[in-house]
């Protein structure tokens, strides 16, 4: 057993000089009445209630060591205690594609992007996450990890003109299952975000998320672009001119390999849409993972407190009450 408070404890020397003070106290009372030998008086019995005349001062005494140790608070620890959290194992296949510059998303897409995913990262506890990225080609950014400081410094660091341009979706799936396929997590699951059409790689999207399938991989995709035409930064010798380009998702595509996989496919238009769509994400189901806790601390002060506060109401109804008549 351990004190938290255990500086209180030192209260306690108080005690035997308490108790001292009140027996001195006691001995020096100066009798009303003064007779010359007190064997007159030695053959009477005593009371039961004067037997019980120290009683209260006792545990008056009990009860404050009681309640001292209490507010010390004890406690007492376990170890080896088997603590179930919640937790799956999560690919975040980003695309950084320079059509992810377009700004009908606020800065741009690419930002709102990695802000959604960087705030969607804050919030797990447990949780191993890797992330990918592609572009016309695919690699890993960061491997599943539970370091999450790690992997929102290599997050923030991501760029657009990092890699080949191009949307290689077939290979960035390809790339994520290969993040994914040795764990041992009952619920695998892929958050793939682009904006637009398959138009790269050597892997066609639909087999890649047939292999996801087989090793039981969910891939939630999801296509980002406002409706329509978008601004578009273009530089030139003059510096950045903006220019109307055509949205160009190919949203039929993303159902079917949401689909083929048992996930879903959204569609953000504009950052408030995205947030909500990755907040969704966030209440998947999600699969027990046991975690081990070395030390757990068990409070025991509510006991002593208790026992010290009936001893102080057992003392004041004996001296109130049963003994008040007693000099």
């Known amino acids: 057993m351990e004190f938290a408070n255990s500086w209180a404890l030192f209260f306690l020397i108080l005690l035997p000089v308490m108790f001292y003070w009140y027996w001195k106290k006691h001995n020096e009372i100066t ?16 009371s039961f209630k ?29 170890t080896g205690e ?4 919640e937790g799956i194992d999560i690919a975040m296949v980003l695309d950084i594609s320079g059509s992810m510059l377009a ?5 741009n897409r690419l930002e709102a992007a990695k802000k959604v995913i960087d705030d969607f990262i804050k919030g797990r506890t447990s949780d191993k996450i890797g992330l990918v990225i592609f572009a016309g080609e695919s690699f890993t950014q960061c491997p599943l990890t539970i370091d999450y400081s790690v992997l929102r410094n290599l997050l923030s660091e991501i760029h657009s003109g990092m890699i080949e341009d191009g949307t290689a979706i077939g290979n960035a799936i390809a790339n994520g299952v290969n993040r994914l396929k ?8 892929m958050i793939l975000l682009t904006d637009g059409v398959n138009n790269a790689g050597e892997i066609d999207p639909i087999t890649a998320a047939q292999i996801a399938q087989k090793y039981g991989i969910r891939i939630y995709t999801v296509g980002v672009g406002t409706i329509g035409d978008a601004p578009y930064p273009f530089q030139t010798p003059f510096g950045i001119r903006y220019q109307m380009v055509p949205v160009e998702i190919d949203e039929n595509l993303l159902r ?4 083929i996989t048992g996930g879903k496919y959204f ?11 990755y907040e969704e994400i966030d209440k998947l189901e999600k699969t027990r993972v046991e975690v081990t806790s070395y030390r757990h601390a068990k409070e025991l002060y509510f006991g002593w407190a208790l026992a010290g506060l009936l001893l102080l109401f057992a003392e004041f109804g004996l001296s109130k009450f049963y003994l008040k008549k007693l000099p």
């Open 31 to 46: 009798p009303s009445s003064i007779y010359s030998s007190l064997k007159l008086f030695s053959d009477i019995p005593k």
């Open 50 to 78: 004067e037997k019980l005349i120290h009683v209260p001062v006792i545990l008056r005494i009990i009860a404050l060591a009681l309640l001292i140790i209490a507010f010390a608070r004890p406690q007492t620890f376990s």
């Open 82 to 85: 088997n603590i179930y959290t």
């Open 103 to 107: 700004e009908d998303f606020k800065p």
């Open 182 to 189: 040795d764990s041992q997590a009952k619920s695998k699951v």
């Open 256 to 259: 079917q390999i949401s689909n």
């Open 267 to 277: 569609r953000a238009t504009n950052n408030r849409k995205l947030i909500e769509i």
